[in-house]
């Protein structure tokens, strides 16, 4: 069983189109990150969520952090193919040594 | 480049064999990551150092993995005698925590794929 759920599990729109990711969990988290990875490559850190409500944005991608710090979602405007990837978001339990826990992802195809 | 490298890239194996994959953080990290991704799920964590002390392995790890970073730089993962199940993805990561108000970002590797045949 995943600590954290990932939904949906696969997206396909077009350019142009807007989109959003969710990333929900039952535990709290002392911060959650998003990463984007494409195939047969490692994972890049997008951002980094650390307090409740906090809302972050990297040029067409806004990033939000639950009031409780449970859940966390990605949204993105006017998606651009280059935005095709898979998403991941992970999340960092207080005890837990800096060991990040990781939902299944979200792959995200982005069409002409 | 001075991010996180993996060696070998891509392994293919025969079931029985042993395989061994490098990994070199970055070099002011004193944090290292092993983590396994099968096709369709996320990262899955292993094991970490702290500089070259294990401090934690999942319970994921059999005891035909072990991992070892001897001098607190490069660390090795060895598979012995591999099975089917092993084949993944094998990413390593490097992080700095900078004490209680670390938030765990990783500096993740382009990966080790292993196909075991």
């Known amino acids: 069983t995943q600590l954290l759920e990932q939904s949906p599990q696969f997206l396909s729109i077009q350019e142009g189109e807007n989109l959003t990711v969710y990333c929900n969990s039952s535990?709290?988290?002392?911060?959650l990150q998003w990463y984007r990875q494409e195939p047969g490559e490692g994972p890049v850190l997008l951002v980094t969520?650390?307090?409740?409500?906090e809302v972050k944005k990297l040029k067409r991608l806004t990033f939000q952090f639950g009031d409780a710090r449970k859940d966390s979602s990605l949204h993105i405007t006017a998606a651009q193919t280059g935005d095709t990837g898979l998403y991941l978001c992970a999340g960092l339990l207080s005890d837990s040594w800096g060991k990040l826990q990781f939902g299944a992802g979200t792959q995200v195809v982005v069409t002409p | 480049d001075t991010g996180v490298s993996q060696d070998p890239r891509h392994k293919i194996t025969k079931r029985g064999q042993n395989v061994t994959f490098r990994c070199d953080p970055i070099s002011e990290h004193n944090r290292l990551y092993w983590y396994r991704q099968t096709l369709g799920q996320g990262p899955e964590f292993l094991t970490y150092f702290q500089n070259e002390a294990q401090l934690e392995k999942s319970r994921l790890l059999s005891d035909r993995f072990s991992a070892e970073r001897p001098k607190g730089s490069f660390s090795t993962l060895e598979i012995q005698r591999t099975e089917q199940g092993d084949s993944a993805m094998y990413l390593c990561?490097?992080?700095?925590?900078?004490?209680?108000?670390?938030?765990?970002?990783?500096?993740f590797g382009e990966g080790s794929r292993l196909t075991v045949l």
């Open positions: 990561a490097s992080s700095f925590p900078r004490g209680r108000l670390s938030t765990g970002e990783l500096f």
């Open positions: 969520v650390v307090t409740g409500g």
């Open positions: 535990s709290v988290f002392s911060s």
